[in-house]
């Protein structure tokens, strides 16, 4: 897979949302409770090309090089760049707060320069500076989001948030930067805006009240593997949430072994998809991210490299810890042999 630059990836992007706007981002989150009581968040990022992704140690006290954004609390992320760079697309920090940032075309924003933080910047804000997701439902309301310039161009983004007791997703559809906080039904995809996802998911699913507790029987005939498209992701996320069942095994190996086996259901086989609006390279899910947000443990893996990464949230001291990245596309699976 060819790795563009930062400069190449901006003009496609900033190409992409002048001439294709209606073309399906296909990256997904999910999340759920799990039988011991913790939040489990899924997370799949699809792209034609590598996007600078390091996972990075943040430390208490670090600054972006944008809107003046230091990070008062530490949090491992996937970092679309090294040290300054501001573009973080999951992560995690010191309390137990997770984000995912997804495409959402349809985003409004304020103006540059008229807005307190770039949308590219929400993830590092969040994650450096909210205790929990109540937090930073508090932190949004005093901001307004103007559209940034990053990594991946103008293209709009809207965010899930969480710790172990609250869930939500965060959008912007305003010219005055204001913040909409939806209560997560468990499931964020793409386009359209999230409160018409949850219309059509519950036409979908029986006219269901409540897309986390819909009835199995009823799930069970409903037909949401097949497309890639933004609604049917958000569907198939739903219908995974509700058909769980850890009644042969709740351990926590189990429930971890379950939700990388909802992940593998968005996984693209490449050659099955093309975005040649930005790289001649066939669509695939660069990497997975897993949050256990009870655990604090972050989780991850890439396309080069099939096996597991287990980053112990809980276990760094934060109280000394150092600036730190690596890029994620460098190690390659490993294959254990089997002897006779």
Not at 280 to 296: G, I, S
Not at 305 to 320: E, H, L, R, S
Request: charged share 20%; net charge negative; hydrophobic share 40%.
């Amino acid at each position: 897979m060819k790795k563009l630059n930062i400069k190449t990836l901006i003009t496609a992007f900033t190409a992409l949302i002048l001439t294709v706007s209606q073309t399906t981002f296909a990256c997904t989150s999910f999340n759920y409770v799990a039988p011991d009581g913790s939040r489990i968040v899924g997370h799949s990022m699809e792209l034609p090309v590598e996007a600078h992704e390091h996972l990075a140690l943040i430390p208490r006290g670090h600054q972006f090089a944008e809107d003046g954004i230091k990070a008062l609390y530490g949090f491992v992320a996937m970092q679309h760049g090294t040290g300054d760079a501001t573009t973080i697309s999951s992560g995690m920090n010191e309390h137990g707060v997770s984000i995912t940032a997804q495409e959402l075309g349809m985003s409004v924003y304020a103006s540059q320069g008229k807005g307190d933080l770039s949308h590219w910047n929400v993830p590092a804000y969040i994650l450096g500076n909210a205790k929990s997701v109540d937090h930073a439902v508090e932190l949004l309301s005093k901001l307004s989001i103007y559209q940034g310039n990053d990594v991946f161009g103008t293209m709009g983004t809207h965010w899930s948030i969480q710790d172990n007791d609250r869930a939500i997703v965060v959008e912007v559809e305003s010219a005055m930067g204001i913040p909409t906080v939806y209560e997560s039904v468990g499931a964020m995809a793409n386009s359209p805006s999230y409160d018409t996802q949850i219309v059509i998911a519950k036409e979908k699913f029986n006219n269901a009240q409540d897309l986390r507790k819909v009835d199995r029987n009823q799930v069970e005939s409903v037909g949401v593997y097949g497309n890639q498209t933004s609604p049917d992701r958000f569907q198939r996320a739903i219908f995974l949430n509700a058909t769980a069942d850890f009644s042969r095994d709740d351990s926590k190996a189990a429930i971890l072994n379950h939700t990388w086996n909802m992940l593998n259901t968005f996984d693209i086989a490449q050659g099955t998809l093309y975005w040649t609006w930005l790289a001649p390279e066939p669509q695939t899910v660069t990497h997975f991210t897993v949050h256990d947000l009870k655990e604090k443990a972050y989780y991850y893996r890439t396309y080069k490299d099939m096996n597991i990464k287990k980053v112990d949230v809980n276990a760094i001291d934060w109280a000394t810890a150092k600036y730190s990245s690596s890029d994620i596309y460098k190690s390659v699976t490993k294959y254990e042999n089997v002897t006779f």
